[in-house]
């Protein structure tokens, strides 16, 4: 088996995560394996296609570098994503046994916004935030290990992506590689539209669940443990909607309304692995825009 991604410095994750996942094979569930979800303290998704790239994950989490990127992340309240790319891997004809080369890739992506310049840590109602200036960072670190050897060997840190704008009332950009806001507050009744104004298709995929024991002074934990891929046991679910927007083209939008109180996490399929992923929180109709 050749190497699922091909990978070189310089190119974008956007464009990386084209080859990573075919933009037609798109659905919730997927072949990389999850090793870590966010717990209500630390916002970390950790991701790998299999186990040898899970090898790299390890050594990468051992490193005292990385130990201080994921610190300096958690102060922005930044949400982490660490991927590993697959080393490529192939079998032996005469013996059967599987190879891989040594030389592995691990990125880490820290998501991070600021409206007014303040962090934007706690969703907020549309009409709250309306035009006001939302700062959305994304910071790529490309980490390459030795897997053989247990080390990391290089640490280079991309530039920070700002993408700036000024917040419109129900509406969320599907930017590169970011939901901007990433997390709104909404009630009951009203209509989010994510809107593309990037160059690049995005969708908008997760289940909403419905829920009738709202705690809405306990927000964060509930986007925490109520992530998409595990069952949300902690919270009384009356109803799971699967919702898929389908692709987003450039320039196009796409519109749901939420008629019922509950939380959905959703991610762009294609850019999951750059921490493409959002909140709305849907409160009772009472504290609707
Ligand atoms: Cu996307």
Known sequence: MIGVVLIGTGILPEER????????DVSIASDMKVIKEPTFDDNTFIYAVNDVAQRGIDIVQGDARVKQILDESKVKEATVTI???QPTVMTDR??????????????ITANWQLVEGALYSEPKNPTQIANKKVESHQQIWNILVDVD???????????DRVITDTVQSNVVRADVNMFVPKAVLIGAGSEISWS???????NVVGSFNQTTALDANNITAMISK????SNNTNLETAEVIAIDSGFIEPNASW????DKEGVFNY???IHAEEGMRGTVIVTRSSASS
């Not at 995560?17 to 037609?24: I, V």
């Not at 519109?255 to 939420?258: A, G």
């Open 149 to 159: 050897k247990g080390q990391v060997t290089q640490v280079a840190q991309q530039a």
């Open 226 to 229: 109520n992530s998409i891929d």
């Open 83 to 85: 991927a590993a790319v």
């Open 94 to 107: 005469q013996s059967g046994k599987l190879l891989h080369s040594s030389a592995g890739q691990v990125i």
């Open 17 to 24: 995560a084209r080859e990573f996942r075919s933009l037609t």
């Open 196 to 202: 593309n104004p990037s160059n690049l298709p995005h």
């Open 255 to 258: 519109q749901y309304r939420f």
């Open 267 to 269: 991610l762009c399929t």
